[in-house]
């Protein structure tokens, strides 16, 4: 059985940093894009940044650039999200994606795998 755990989340002042973390089992995805998406409260998912599979390649939503790193560890079959200088409008749900191809991907449907999720709570 595959599964993708967040872990992470958490309350926050505003301007301070939270890392999450998506441990994969039942497979490994070293040879997979993978990405994390976000949530908030009566608002559609969202997408917030994609890595491709060697971890070489890097794609972010205009909201996070600069302020956000994704990053993975094969070895650890697990990515992560750095997100620094957090603002309230970063408060959601954020998920975590696995399983597309081996490129990255801002779209979705294109992911086979999810997490459960982790809350991010960003205080003004």
């Known amino acids: 059985q595959v599964q993708l755990v967040e872990s992470g989340g958490g309350l926050v002042q505003a301007g301070g940093s939270l890392r999450l973390s998506c441990v994969a089992s039942?497979?490994?995805?070293?040879?997979?894009?993978m990405g994390w998406f976000r949530q908030a409260p009566g608002k559609e998912r969202e997408f917030v940044a994609t890595?491709?599979?060697?971890?070489?390649?890097?794609y972010y939503a205009d909201s996070v650039k600069g302020r956000f790193t994704i990053s993975r560890d094969n070895t650890k079959n697990t990515q992560y999200l750095q997100m620094n200088s957090l603002k309230p409008e970063d408060t959601a749900v954020y998920y975590c994606?696995?399983?597309?191809?081996?490129?990255?991907?801002?779209?979705?449907?294109?992911?086979?795998?999810w997490g459960q999720g982790t809350q991010v709570t960003v205080s003004s």
């Open positions: 890595i491709n599979w060697s971890g070489g390649s890097t």
């Open positions: 039942g497979r490994t995805f070293s040879s997979n894009g």
């Open positions: 994606a696995a399983g597309y191809g081996s490129g990255w991907s801002a779209q979705q449907q294109v992911y086979e795998y």
